[in-house]
């Protein structure tokens, strides 16, 4: 049973433009949520996160919000550039971690 | 410079033979844990220890032991390798439990055949 999703294997945006990520849960136990970025033969690194209590987490160009009441997560990145080519994990706490599947961004020049 | 380390980071081995790979951190944490990531199947987590002599199991454990003597330590073995356990393989870990955020290791890319 996967209870956290990132549906989108992939995505693929222009850089300069906006990259959103987003993320399922079906837990509503989750009381933390965190998002990773994955270079390849590198381990996750990680680079936002919510707590439960609040809808919208600023950090720079990435934005994370918070849908409680849809269960669901979405990362914003603006502007994107090239070096946030990478593979971005959600993540969700209750306990323990639980990651999603991942999606590869590409940014393309 | 405060890293977690493992090793191997690639290692290719045939089924049945006895393997350990090695985790070890300089932060002083007490959570430490083991996953493997799958292509569709993210990050699941293997095993994980609270603190020194206190392991247990996590999502995936069936043919997997580990041992936590020391602090820093967290080597993760396979008995007896199958080809299923051909996977990439990411130690972490974290102040204590609910310390949401995870350090994790470079990976180590094990192949089984």
């Known amino acids: 049973d996967q209870q956290v999703k990132q549906n989108s294997p992939s995505l693929s945006v222009q850089e300069g433009r906006i990259s959103i990520l987003n993320c399922d849960y079906t837990?509503?136990?989750?009381?933390?949520f965190l998002w990773y970025k994955k270079y390849p033969a590198e381990g996750p690194t990680f680079l936002i996160s919510?707590?439960?209590?609040?809808d919208k987490n600023e950090d720079g160009r990435f934005t994370v919000f918070l849908n409680k009441s849809a269960k669901h997560l979405s990362l914003h990145i603006v502007p994107s550039q090239p070096g946030d080519s990478a593979v971005y994990f959600c993540?969700?706490?209750?306990?323990?971690?639980?990651f999603g599947q991942g999606t590869r961004l590409t940014i393309n020049p | 410079e405060a890293q977690v380390t493992q090793n191997p980071r690639y290692l290719i081995t045939v089924t049945g033979k006895k393997l350990t790979v090695t985790c070890s951190q300089n932060?002083?944490?007490?959570?430490m844990s083991w996953y493997r990531q799958d292509p569709g199947l993210g990050l699941r987590q293997i095993y994980y220890?609270?603190?020194?002599?206190?392991?247990d199991k996590g999502d995936v454990p069936e043919g997997y032991k580990v041992s936590r003597k020391e602090k820093r330590n967290f080597p993760l073995i396979l008995e007896s390798p199958s080809p299923n356990q051909t996977s990439l393989y990411f130690c972490?870990?974290?102040?204590?439990?609910?310390?949401?955020?995870?350090?994790f290791g470079p990976g180590t890319r094990l192949t089984v055949t």
């Open positions: 972490a870990s974290s102040l204590f439990r609910g310390s949401y955020e995870q350090y």
């Open positions: 837990n509503s136990m989750f009381d933390y």
């Open positions: 919510i707590s439960s209590i609040k």
């Open positions: 993540a969700a706490s209750y306990q323990k971690l639980v």
């Open positions: 932060m002083n944490h007490e959570y």
């Open positions: 220890s609270m603190n020194v002599e206190v392991t």
